[in-house]
T-cell receptor
C-alpha cells in the first residue's frame, strides 16, 4: 500500500460545480496535512493546511478523518482558474514529508 | 521577497556531462529538499538537509550528490548525466521538519539529457 494515495482523475466539471477529492494515508502517526496546488509545468504551491477540526478558506474546505486515515478537499463554485493538479501532502512525525501523486481537475466553461 | 530561487531554469546536457543545479533561499529556513518530478508523475525526494553541514538521502539519491555549507544554499550535483535523469527538479525549504511547517518550492529546473 502506498503511503499516500489519491485518485489521479481527471475530474472534469462545469464551472460552478462542487467537487471533492479524497486522499488516504497509511501512517497513523502522521501529524500534519496539507493540500498543494500544481499548475501545468509549475512548482507546487501551498493551498491550505488541514486541521483536525476542519478548516475553510473561501471556496475551499479541508477535512481530516484520523479514524479512517483520510483527508478531503472540497471546492465549491468551481472556477476555470481552479483547473490544476491537487497534491495531498502528509507529514509524519519528523522531517519526512510525503507527497501524493495528485488529482487532476479540469473545470470547463 | 525572493523565497526559493533555482538556477538555471532550463538546461540540456549530453550523456556523461556533469552539472550543478543551484538552490538558494532567503527565508532562514533550516530544512531544504531536492525533488525530481517526471512527466505525469509525483514528486520523488532525492536528498534533504536539516541544517548546514547535514545532509541525507531521500528516496532516489543514486546519481546525485549534495552539500550544505550555508543555511541559504543547497546545490545538487549530477556527476555523470544519464537519460534517466531527464526530469524537472524542484528545490524546497521549510522552517523545520516539525508539524505544520509547509514546504516552499522554487520554480524548478527543467533538465534534458540527450
Amino acid at each position: 500500500r502506498k503511503e499516500v494515495e489519491q485518485d489521479p482523475g481527471p475530474f472534469n466539471v462545469p464551472e460552478g460545480a462542487t467537487v471533492a477529492f479524497n486522499c488516504t494515508y497509511s501512517n497513523s502517526a502522521s501529524q500534519s496535512f496539507f493540500w498543494y496546488r500544481q499548475d501545468c509545468r509549475k512548482e507546487p504551491k501551498l493551498l491550505m493546511s488541514v486541521y483536525s477540526s476542519g478548516n475553510e478558506d473561501g471556496r475551499f474546505t479541508a477535512q481530516l478523518n484520523r479514524a479512517s486515515q483520510y483527508i478531503s478537499l472540497l471546492i465549491r463554485d468551481s472556477k476555470l482558474s481552479d483547473s490544476a493538479t491537487y497534491l495531498c501532502v502528509v507529514n509524519p512525525r519528523g522531517f519526512k514529508t510525503i507527497f501524493g501523486a495528485g488529482t487532476r481537475l479540469f473545470v470547463k466553461a | 521577497n525572493a523565497g526559493v530561487t533555482q538556477t538555471p531554469k532550463f538546461r540540456i546536457l549530453k550523456i556523461g556531462q556533469s552539472m550543478t543545479l543551484q538552490c538558494t533561499q532567503d527565508m532562514n529556513h533550516n530544512y531544504m529538499y531536492w525533488y525530481r518530478q517526471d512527466p505525469g508523475m509525483g514528486l520523488k525526494l532525492i536528498y534533504y538537509s536539516v541544517g548546514a553541514g547535514i545532509t541525507d538521502k531521500g528516496e532516489v539519491p543514486n546519481g546525485y550528490n549534495v552539500s550544505r555549507s550555508t543555511t541559504e544554499d543547497f546545490p545538487l550535483r549530477l556527476e555523470l548525466a544519464a537519460p534517466s535523469q531527464t526530469s524537472v527538479y524542484f528545490c524546497a525549504s521549510s522552517y523545520s521538519g516539525t508539524a505544520n511547517q509547509p514546504q516552499h518550492f522554487g520554480d524548478g529546473t527543467r533538465l534534458s539529457i540527450l
